[in-house]
């Protein structure tokens, strides 16, 4: 067992560094923006009011009127580009807010996976995956749509990657240490946000749908050659002004002719590649990042196939769709496309990057996506450095095994930590105790540890041994009024699903809180001792809690498989106090008539 990290880091401290230091750049960002602004308005104003003064001048107006469109787009490139900063430093700022948010627990307001709430998924409702106030929300920072999907899949399917547990928890632990690149990676995310680069039909049926006419081909040398002939010959000293009106009309006209077509190209892009392009430098550094974990070489080398940077064809793209996006600003449309036919000419370098290069993305999105949940489990890890990466028995001995497990949602400082001891196939532990006192809590805690250790991420504990096997709970059954479905046959279904599964050879860690609650309490008795006793038998290691007293005699009943820990709850001078810590036996004290008195009840 190791933690990832010393005492050099400590993650409160640099994300406080984090959020300081953005917000002293955004205060100076702000600030260049807006002057470039002013700036650009200025040398528009000087456009307009030199050729008012200049007019019958035809050289002294060319002149002005040149310098003042290469002004204009330098300060238009000047501007995108400390834009671009600004807005890093704005996403960074709020990576580490969230990063804060996620150490102290406080959860509302992050993502929390709602659409994967589930009901009758075998144990992700019951131990909280996902929705408000979630292990999701927690673990959560991805920056990829694909790599938000296959964190969640992953949770619910842990059968995917358990056998990949050990390289990938050499892949979180060498990521974590590198918490720069996870927060870019986040900060980059937030920014893709809006357009979160998803492959979709409507986006690639909107990209084979646009193609240019050759006259639009034709068109984009044709009128920055005539322009640019009438200005030399302007410059010559003849005089040519009302063909250089003309001809720019004609010009931008044409340029209209096509806008609807361009706007559906640079919308169905965006749909398709504006997260790759978005995340090129990212690309750049994995590519160039000498890792040492084997998993993380794997997706490197996945990214360099074909001879090509996938950095360099990103980057490539970047800079045609920023030079696409200046058909938005009316002001930069109007000269770009008199001038240079500017819609037309990226468009077709736009739809040549697509014919060599979008075969690649899905490979690409793949890889990002891979890295990205990869490093939301780093991310996780960096700030919680006291969790440790569990050893994992391979050899089929322990399912689980314990010491100083807390629950992850739980602060450290604030959660009462217990231990599990070792459980292998036909083992099980029966916990009882009275209301309140921690038994619905700890069977939380050892199943979402579990979990965790499953993905290959760290858990709440100061040493834990896992083998794999397949989690399955059974702690808040519900009912189904649109299935016709009551509460206990809803709760034999799945136990029913729990013998099956075994009955085939299925390893498993079972987690049940007090079954069979909805008959009456001989009827109970006899099925839970019925089923524990069946499933004793089977691959299973289980933990079942239960205010039921007569589950502790399994323990005789199957001595060295069976063995009983409680939590206790005491009463001292009228008050009911409970530590929380799991004991070895059978509870004595019970609770629930004392409250009724105490509350008026009764």
Not at 37 to 53: E, F, K, P, Q, Y
Not at 109 to 116: A, S
Not at 220 to 236: D, S, T
Not at 336 to 347: E, F, K, M, S, V
Request: charged share 20%.
């Amino acid at each position: 067992m190791e933690n990832v990290f010393g005492k050099n880091i400590d993650p409160v401290e640099y994300y406080t560094g984090v959020e300081r230091d953005a917000a002293r750049e955004i205060a100076i960002g702000q600030r260049r923006v807006a002057a470039v602004s002013w700036a650009r308005l200025v040398v528009v104003l000087t456009a307009i009011a030199g050729t008012w003064w200049l007019w019958g001048n035809v050289q002294a107006v060319t002149v002005l009127l040149l310098v003042c469109v290469v002004l204009f787009l330098a300060l238009v490139k000047l501007h995108n580009r400390l834009f671009g900063a600004l807005s890093m430093q704005q996403a960074i700022k709020q990576v580490a807010t969230d990063g804060m948010k996620r150490i102290s627990r406080q959860l509302d307001g992050l993502d929390g996976g709602d659409e994967y709430i589930d009901s009758r998924h075998c144990y992700s409702y019951d131990l909280d995956v996902f929705g408000r106030r979630s292990l999701f929300a927690l673990i959560n920072s991805t920056a990829t749509p694909s790599g938000r999907e296959r964190l969640a899949r992953n949770l619910r399917n842990t059968g995917d990657v358990a056998g990949d547990i050990e390289l990938r928890q050499e892949a979180v632990k060498e990521l974590a240490t590198m918490p720069d690149f996870l927060v870019r990676l986040q900060a980059l995310g937030i920014i893709a946000r809006d357009n979160d680069g998803k492959a979709d039909a409507d986006g690639q049926e909107t990209v084979a749908s646009v193609k240019l006419q050759w006259w639009q081909r034709v068109a984009v040398y044709f009128f920055p050659a005539v322009i640019l002939l009438l200005v030399i010959l302007a410059l010559a000293g003849l005089d040519v002004a009302v063909y250089i009106e003309t001809v720019a009309v004609v010009s931008l006209l044409a340029a209209a002719i096509g806008s609807k077509a361009v706007g559906r190209l640079h919308d169905g892009v965006e749909k398709i590649v504006n997260s790759i392009s978005i995340y090129h430098d990212l690309l750049s550094e994995i590519e160039q990042r000498q890792f040492s974990a084997s998993l993380l070489r794997q997706l490197q080398q996945r990214l360099g196939s074909g001879g090509e940077k996938s950095s360099v064809i990103a980057k490539k793209l970047a800079r045609l769709l920023a030079n696409l996006d200046q058909r938005y600003n009316w002001l930069s449309y109007v000269l770009l496309n008199i001038l240079l036919q500017w819609d037309y000419r990226q468009a077709g370098n736009v739809l040549r990057w697509m014919a060599r290069y979008s075969s690649k993305l899905d490979e690409w999105r793949e890889v990002l996506g891979c890295i990205d949940e990869l490093c939301a489990l780093a991310t996780f890890s960096f700030g919680n450095p006291r969790y440790v990466f569990p050893a994992i028995d391979r050899k089929g001995q322990v399912i689980v095994e314990a010491r100083g497990l807390g629950h992850p949602l739980i602060a450290v400082g604030k959660c009462v930590c217990n231990d599990v001891d070792a459980m292998g196939s036909g083992n099980f532990m029966v916990v009882t105790g009275a209301n309140m006192a921690g038994k619905s809590t700890y069977l939380r805690t050892v199943g979402v540890n579990y979990l965790l250790a499953l993905v290959g991420a760290p858990v709440y504990a100061s040493a834990m041994t896992v083998g794999v096997a397949t989690l399955f709970t059974g702690l808040r059954t519900t009912d189904s009024l649109s299935d016709g479905e009551s509460y206990f046959f809803a709760e034999l279904r799945r136990l029913q699903s729990i013998v099956t599964r075994a009955a085939s050879g299925e390893r498993m860690l079972v987690i049940l809180d007090e079954i069979l609650r909805g008959t009456n309490s001989a009827d109970k008795q006899k099925g839970s001792l019925a089923l524990v006793g069946k499933l004793v038998g089977m691959n299973i290691a289980g933990i079942i809690a239960t205010h039921d007293l007569v589950l502790g005699s399994l323990a005789d009943r199957f001595p060295g498989k069976v063995f009983n820990r409680c939590f206790e709850a005491t009463i001292c001078d009228g008050t009911l106090n409970f530590d929380y810590t799991l004991h070895s036996g059978i509870a004595k004290n019970l609770n629930a008539y004392f409250l009724m008195q105490h509350m008026g009840i009764v």
